[in-house]
């Protein structure tokens, strides 16, 4: 396909264990289903297993996020098929937590992805 087109079909991907995409680990799985080289945008798929947490924590890009099936607690608020999160880049937002586990389309705008914490390496939020 062309660079103004893209397609995937969610059952031709695997499911991958998360290592630096998102740097969240601990069970969280990906399928990248679009990546810009120029801009950085990325598409994904995020599965959560039942019982994860994702610390409060903030990225080098905007994210929406829809959630497609299972249980996000957004900040205390809960979050189900269907609803819809916005997350600056510039800000530090969370915590995430999924008791029941849950799958989200996510669509990140900017360079990175990757989380940072406080007091990680890659700088304080």
């Not at 799958?103 to 914490?117: D, I, L, M, N, W």
Request: charged share 20%; net charge negative.
């Amino acid at each position: 396909m062309g660079k103004h087109w893209h397609t995937a079909h969610r059952w031709d991907l695997e499911w991958q264990d998360d290592v630096d995409i998102l740097t969240l680990g601990n069970g969280v799985q990906v399928k990248v289903l679009y990546r810009d080289p120029e801009t950085q945008h990325t598409d994904m798929l995020i599965k959560f297993p039942p019982g994860y947490t994702e610390p409060r924590h903030k990225h080098d890009a905007s994210h929406s996020v829809i959630v497609l099936e299972g249980l996000q607690i957004a900040a205390g608020e809960p979050m189900r098929p269907g609803d819809y999160v916005w997350a600056s880049g510039e800000e530090a937002h969370g915590p995430f937590e999924y008791p029941e586990g849950c799958t989200v389309f996510a669509s990140f705008r900017g360079p990175s992805s990757q989380h940072r914490y406080p007091g990680s390496v890659a700088g304080d939020i």
